[in-house]
């Protein structure tokens, strides 16, 4: 896609965050953008901020790990701008769960929102997508959707899963030579609001170190290293570009691929998950 001027983006999860990035990017690129979230007071504040701008946006309460409601999110952007071109299946949550002991309601939360909202969105806007004859969808990984390091088993599966379905998508829409194309972010660290809105989210509303003391330790670093991270403006702004050059992948810290290359090697070398 290389014209973004009057163009539509939805973006779930854009109160907040690496989705406000990105409607901030699209906003300054001349889009229309349509915000779905659960925080309806942030999307309010946000509706202000872009309007303030001249910019057209349209908000909307939406969970994404309800299909009905991500149909009603597309019913909400074709009556008000009779169209959709790109699609951010950005909305999610995490916390660190062990494996071994994580209970079934967090696996059912984490997977919900985390795979079955980018499949729900794939499924319910590719359509219009199609219908409007250019556009993009673009899923929001992890580098957790590329290696799955401990205490984050739900969440691994879940990004996984997201690599997975974009992966697939891109490869059968090339195959039918769609004029759609898609791309996968994978960010590492950003510094967002996401360890507090998963806690407040948290359908057993549980604090993250009922899952034991080492959760509690694996929160604190992850919380200091996304305090330290990344801008989520500066996300925005890579994956504005990487709809706009046609990039698959969108990582915001590269040289992290060097972990996955040392667990390729491991696989050659000597079938173990990780050598040392
Ligand atoms: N922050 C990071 O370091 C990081 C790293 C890798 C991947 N990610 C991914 O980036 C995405 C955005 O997260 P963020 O870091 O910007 O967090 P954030 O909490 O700042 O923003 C996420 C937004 O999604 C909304 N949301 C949560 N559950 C929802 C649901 N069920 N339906 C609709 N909206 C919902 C929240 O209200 C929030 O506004 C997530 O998919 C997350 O897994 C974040």
């Known amino acids: 896609m290389e014209n973004f001027e009057g163009r539509v983006a939805v973006v779930t999860g854009g109160a907040s965050g690496i989705g406000l ?12 953008v349509v915000i779905a979230d659960l925080d309806t007071e942030a ?44 699609l951010c299946n950005n909305a999610g949550i995490g916390i660190p769960t062990s494996s071994v002991n994580i209970k079934l309601d967090d696996w059912k939360w984490i997977i919900d929102v985390d795979l079955w909202g980018p ?86 509303r549980a604090k993250p170190k009922a899952d034991g003391e080492k959760a509690g330790q694996v929160a604190s670093s992850i919380q200091a290293s996304l305090e330290q991270g990344m801008d989520p403006d500066e996300v925005g702004r890579l994956v504005l570009e990487a709809i706009g050059s046609g990039k698959f992948w969108v990582l915001t810290h590269p040289r992290w691929a060097k972990a996955i290359q040392k667990q390729l090697d491991a696989m050659n070398d000597d079938q173990t998950l990780t050598r040392g």
Do not use: W
């Open 21 to 32: 990035g990105m409607v901030r990017a699209f906003a300054g690129a001349g889009m229309k």
């Open 43 to 86: 999307m309010g504040a946000v509706e202000q901020e872009l309007t303030g701008r001249g910019v057209e946006v349209a908000t909307t309460t939406c969970d994404v790990s309800q299909l009905e409601q991500v149909e009603a999110l597309a019913g909400l952007a074709m009556d008000r701008f009779g169209k959709v071109n790109v």
């Open 119 to 204: 499949i729900y969105g794939v499924k319910t806007f590719l359509p219009l997508i199609e219908e409007a004859g250019e556009g993009h969808i673009n899923s929001t990984s992890s580098m957790a959707g590329l290696i799955a390091s401990g205490m984050m088993g739900a969440y691994n599966v879940a990004k996984h899963g997201v690599v997975a379905l974009m992966a697939s998508l891109e490869r059968d829409l090339r195959s039918r030579k769609s004029p759609i194309t898609t791309s996968v972010l994978c960010p590492g660290p950003i510094n967002t609001n996401i360890s507090r809105h998963s806690v407040a989210y948290r359908p057993t």
